[in-house]
């Protein structure tokens, strides 16, 4: 099983419509947790922290389960320009970080 | 957000040459960095975790002499591909954590192609 998993997508919507992406982590000791977005052939860009009680930014809200060890993002209103990869990540370990990054889950946002 | 950069954005090498990547965090002091690799349609695969001041600590089927790493401030890391070969073809991405956060912030990355 691999220690970060996300919807394999990709995902075709229409402008407007809303997406959810999730993501499950393996690590229970994980501590911290990001949304990164990345367009074709650039850098990661932090997109979102993921906290417990759940947070929104603008049209973008994201939730963490510890007890289920699941993490989601919704998109509302999708734009054109929301079309990229977005990736689930995850700091796990003891004693010092280790970075995990999901697969990514692309999207298409479509006129 | 914080900013990192990194140097060149783009390199065309022969196969035999060595290469080096420079990753600066502008305006914070990093005492981790990272190093990744990307292949196209690929999800990033970390290389390395370096530290100020201390040996690289390398992912598993990462050679440590041909990646070599130098972390010798806590604004800049280096990443040296040694006697590059047209494999070692990929989108190399540092990342830089500031002290006492979780967050990565990740610098534009690397074009490397060998022929």
């Known amino acids: 099983r691999k220690e970060v998993e996300q919807d394999p997508g990709p995902f075709n919507v229409p402008e407007g419509a809303t997406v959810a992406f999730n993501c499950t982590y393996s690590n229970s000791a994980s501590q911290s947790f990001f949304w990164y977005r990345q367009d074709c052939r650039k850098e990661p860009k932090l997109l979102m922290s993921v906290y417990s009680s759940g947070n929104e930014d603008g049209r973008f809200t994201a939730q963490l389960n510890r007890a289920s060890q699941y993490i989601s993002l919704l998109i509302r209103d999708s734009k054109l320009s929301d079309s990229a990869t977005y990736l689930c990540?995850?700091?796990?370990?003891?004693?010092?970080?280790?970075?995990?990054f999901g697969a990514g889950t692309r999207l298409f946002v479509k006129a | 957000g914080a900013v990192v950069s990194q140097h060149p954005s783009r390199v065309i090498c022969k196969s035999g040459t060595s290469v080096k990547i420079e990753c600066r965090s502008l305006d914070f002091q990093a005492t981790t960095m990272f190093w990744y690799r990307q292949f196209p349609k690929q999800s990033l695969m970390l290389m390395a975790t370096s530290n100020e001041g201390s040996k690289a600590t390398y992912e598993q089927g990462v050679e440590k002499d041909k990646f070599l790493i130098n972390h010798a401030s806590l604004t800049l890391s280096t990443l040296t591909v040694t006697s590059a070969h047209p494999e070692d073809s990929s989108f190399y991405i540092c990342s830089a954590r500031e002290a006492n956060t979780d967050t990565q912030y990740f610098g534009p990355g690397t074009r490397l192609t060998v022929l």
């Open positions: 990540v995850v700091n796990a370990g003891t004693g010092g970080f280790k970075t995990i």
